[in-house]
Structure formats: C-alpha cells, structure tokens
C-alpha cells in the first residue's frame, strides 16, 4: 500500500518525541564510507551496537564534528502504535482490515518533482515504510535516517538481512561518480576483479574462497564503486561473510580466523565476522576487469573466456538490478531513479573489459583458474 502523506516535518518531530528519551543514552559510532561521505549512528540498544562493530568493523573511524548523514536506531515494540502516534491520526487511517492486509505499507511526502514517465508516485518523495510482518519502521528526513524494529538480537537482526544497505545507498546514490554496489570484488598484486551477477551466481562462493587461498579483496556482497582520477576502483563496507552450511563445511579447515557472527534464519546461512584477515582487505582498490560468473553443474573443469557484446550487456544488467533491488526494498522504486542509477552504473563500468567465467562445483578448482586468469592477465597489463 502506498500513502501521501502531508506535513513531513511535523511526523519527524513526532517520532523524535516518541523517541526521545532513549536517545538521551543513546551510542554513538561513525563511518567512514571511503572517504567520500562520514555517517554517525546513534543506537538506543547496546546490542545494537555490539553488532554494528561486527558488521562495519572496517568502516568505523573517529568522531567527527560535521556527519554528512546520521542514522537513528531505536527500539519500536507496537507499530501499529506507532504509525497512530507519529504517521496519521486515527481518522486518517484507513480501515483496518484493509491497512493490515497489506504487510509494507510505503509512505511519500507530498512535495511535487519534475518527471517523467508513467508512475504517478515518482512526482513524490519516497520517505518510509512501515512493514507490519516484520515489525520494523524505515523513515527519511534529508540526511537523517531512522530505522526501529521490536528486537535487537543476533537471531532478528541477521533475519532482517543487510539492515545498512538501503540507508548507505540513499546516502551515496547523490553522488554523481560512486555507488554502493551488489557485486563482490578481488584480485592480485592491486589487480581487481569485479564480478557481476544477481544472488545464487557463486560469486560470494568464489570470492570467500580466494580470499581464503591468499587473494586480496575488497567484498563478496556490497560494495563501494567510484570513479577516481580516470580509475575505477573498489572499497568495503562490510566486514561480515555469509556462507550455507555447506559451503562452510567445505571451507572449514581454512577458515581459522574467522568469528562465528549467528545464523541468517531467513537465507539459512552462517554468519562471520572476517576482520582477523585485515591483512588481505584493499581499499581504493583499482578495477581492470568484470567477471560475469555463471555455475554449469555439467561442468568438468572451470574455464574464462571474453564475453560477447551479448553477455557484457547482461552482466551489467545484473549488477544494476540487483544494486537497483536494495532500493526497491523499502519503497524506493520510481522510473526516474532507477534511469538514473542504471546509467550511471553503466557510465561506469562499461569501459572495461568483461569475462565469462564458468564454475564448477569444485569450488578449489575455481579459486585456482581465477588465479591463473588473474596472474595472466596483471602479465600483460
């Protein structure tokens, strides 16, 4: 369900009432988003911020005076409540069978845009969600962002998946030369790859399975994409790995520095904590090349070729999309951005060249193949 909603200003200063008195003890730690924006957040819930440190451990930096952007975390154990007290009045809600049925309910300020295309909701301003299933609010003021749900525990949080994505690509999506990215992204000897593929591709497989044979990396899942001096290059946002119980069987006896985080109940992975192999992360890491993985169970052994025009085009396809769904998760989806988005991802990327690598389900011959393909490839750079 999608509601306008007049008075913005006024339902945050309501929910900052609401909110008030846990802020008074709120936490507070900042990020640094690879020098291109400082974000604070404040967590009304200690448990909170205990799995923020393990979550953006490579991220967090010192205070500074002047955060581009703030993100408010609080405890919200009645939505319902919260959407009478904060979002609309008890006559403004429209019937409750009807409200209810509907488990995300998207809220747009009404504040007119110049636009273009069919999607009459793209003249407003996307601002929150409340999802009545989950039990969680998302709301956004300019550079504040709020986010409540009822539990804090390792169990909900990890439930609730990347909570940060959606937030840090708002904060980030203003830039005209940098992204955060759904891809993952490593390499040798200052060499990147990045590879290109929506979820189920084996990519964060393939690239947990370098890190582990002594590659350099950045990420298997999100990342920071920006343009810098004619370079492309990559950074990392989070410090947390996810692997099925599987891959981590197979994995297991190389996976020594690794710190158990929970399990994610909704995907059924296990979740880690990676920062014990700090000394394999790059920063501002310089991008040669795409990969466009893809898994062919029939497959005997891995191979790499160039792609044709045909599979470049999907490849970018996928990583747009894919970076493009963590905004439609809470309600961002409008033709404008998404156009916008899309081209600047492809502005990007689109000068580089791009590879087809087929896996196996041999996940140690893949990690050797990308080796030799990466080594050959620095040869003739």
Not at 12 to 19: F, N, Y
Request: charged share 20%.
């Amino acid at each position: 369900m999608r509601i306008i909603v007049d008075n913005w200003n006024d339902k945050i200063q309501r929910l900052e009432t609401r909110i008030g008195p846990a802020l008074d003890n709120a936490e507070e730690v900042f990020l640094d988003l690879s020098g291109l924006k400082t974000v604070r957040v404040m967590a009304c819930d200690h448990t909170a911020m205990r799995l923020i440190g393990r979550e953006l451990g490579w991220v967090i930096t010192t205070p500074v005076a002047e955060p581009d952007a703030t993100i408010v975390l609080w405890k919200e154990n009645d939505v319902r409540d919260f959407i009478s007290e904060v979002m609309m009045t008890e006559e403004e809600i429209p019937d409750t069978e009807e409200f209810l049925l509907f488990s995300k309910t998207h809220f747009f300020e009404r504040t007119k845009r110049t636009v273009s295309g069919a999607d009459p909701y793209a003249a407003f301003i996307p601002t929150g969600q409340v999802n009545f299933k989950d039990g969680t609010v998302f709301l956004a003021n300019g550079n504040n962002y709020y986010y409540g749900t009822s539990s804090y525990e390792p169990d909900r949080w990890l439930r609730e998946g990347h909570v940060f994505v959606q937030m840090l690509f708002r904060i980030l999506n203003s830039l005209p030369n940098a992204s955060l990215v759904h891809g993952a992204c490593l390499g040798l000897n200052g060499h990147g790859l990045l590879m290109c593929a929506r979820g189920n591709r084996g990519k964060s497989t393939l690239a947990i399975t370098a890190l582990l044979k002594g590659f350099e990396y950045v990420s298997e899942d999100y990342l920071i994409l920006q343009s810098e001096n004619g370079c492309l290059t990559a950074s990392p946002i989070y410090s947390i790995v996810t692997l099925s119980p599987q891959m981590y069987d197979a994995l297991y006896q190389d996976f020594g520095k690794a710190r158990f985080v929970g399990v994610s109940s909704w995907k059924g992975k296990y979740v880690f904590d990676i920062t014990g192999y700090s000394d394999a992360l790059r920063r501002h890491y310089p991008v040669r090349a795409c990969l466009f993985p893809d898994i062919d169970l029939s497959a005997t052994e891995p191979s790499i070729r160039k792609c044709d025009q045909i599979e470049k085009n999907r490849a970018i396809t996928h990583l747009a999309h894919s970076t493009l769904f963590q905004m439609w998760c809470i309600g961002l989806k409008q033709s404008q951005t998404d156009s916008e988005t899309m081209l600047k991802l492809m502005r990007m990327i689109n000068p580089l060249d791009f590879y087809k690598m087929t896996l196996t389900t041999d996940i140690f011959a893949n990690a050797e193949c990308l080796r030799a393909f990466t080594e050959s490839m620095n040869n003739n750079i």
